[in-house]
């Protein structure tokens, strides 16, 4: 096997593109009702949720404002360091706001309960979860309220989700082939 970095031959495709697409669109709607009235924030968190957000929001029939936010635990392993890193900080004050943090995927959910403490010292009107694959090894402060699809406890990448920051282009979701 070549050991080329991003490798396609090492992804098998688990979620399709046009599977996607069609759940994203779902989200969309279900999030335009959840918030008939109020300001709405979609705060993402850089990088892996930067495809999954930009479908999103085409999807999101009424006022809104997007945000990022940029924190890391993983660096070059498979396994979360059960470190948090803000490395940017959203500029935009959330109080007041009907925030909605936009995650990739949610494993151990370390990453996500640390980023939920911290936002809730801000006053938001509210807070939600919403992510496009939940594994289901999360031991969670704040249940999504808006999932993608539950995910098989394998290493994913593509449509943002990264290894190694390679894989984050693919249009589909699939598992990265272990080396032989
Ligand atoms: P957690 O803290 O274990 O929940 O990990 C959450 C973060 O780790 C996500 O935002 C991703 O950036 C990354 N991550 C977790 N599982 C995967 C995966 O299967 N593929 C790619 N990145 C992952
Ligand atoms: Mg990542």
């Given at each position: 096997?070549?050991?080329?970095?991003?490798?396609?031959s090492?992804?098998r495709?688990?979620?399709?593109?046009?599977t996607?697409?069609?759940?994203?669109?779902?989200?969309?709607?279900?999030l335009?009702?959840?918030?008939?009235t109020?300001?709405?924030?979609?705060?993402?968190?850089?990088?892996?949720?930067?495809?999954?957000?930009?479908?999103?929001v085409r999807?999101?029939?009424?006022?809104?404002?997007v945000?990022?936010?940029?924190?890391?635990?993983?660096?070059?392993?498979?396994?979360?360091?059960?470190?948090?890193?803000?490395?940017?900080d959203?500029?935009?004050?959330?109080?007041?706001?009907?925030?909605?943090?936009?995650?990739?995927?949610?494993?151990?959910?370390?990453?996500l309960?640390?980023?939920?403490?911290?936002?809730?010292?801000r006053?938001?009107?509210?807070l939600?979860?919403?992510?496009?694959?939940?594994?289901?090894?999360?031991?969670?402060?704040?249940?999504?309220?808006?999932?993608?699809f539950?995910?098989?406890d394998?290493?994913?990448?593509g449509?943002?989700?990264d290894?190694?920051?390679q894989?984050r282009?693919?249009g589909?979701?699939?598992?990265?082939?272990?080396?032989?």
């Open positions: 096997m070549s050991e080329a970095l991003g490798d396609l090492r992804v495709e688990v979620f399709d593109a046009e996607i697409a069609r759940r994203v669109a779902e989200l969309g709607e279900e335009s009702a959840h918030y008939p109020g300001e709405l924030l979609m705060l993402g968190a850089l990088k892996g949720s930067f495809i999954f957000l930009a479908d999103l999807h999101i029939s009424r006022p809104l404002e945000e990022f936010l940029v924190a890391s635990s993983y660096g070059r392993s498979k396994t979360s360091s059960g470190q948090v890193r803000l490395h940017y959203p500029a935009t004050p959330l109080v007041g706001r009907h925030v909605v943090l936009v995650e990739d995927i949610i494993d151990s959910g370390r990453t309960n640390s980023l939920v403490r911290l936002l809730e010292t006053d938001p009107a509210s939600e979860i919403c992510a496009l694959l939940r594994k289901r090894n999360a031991a969670l402060t704040l249940e999504p309220r808006f999932v993608g539950d995910a098989p394998e290493f994913l990448v449509y943002g989700l290894y190694d920051q894989y282009h693919l589909f979701v699939g598992s990265l082939i272990e080396d032989q």
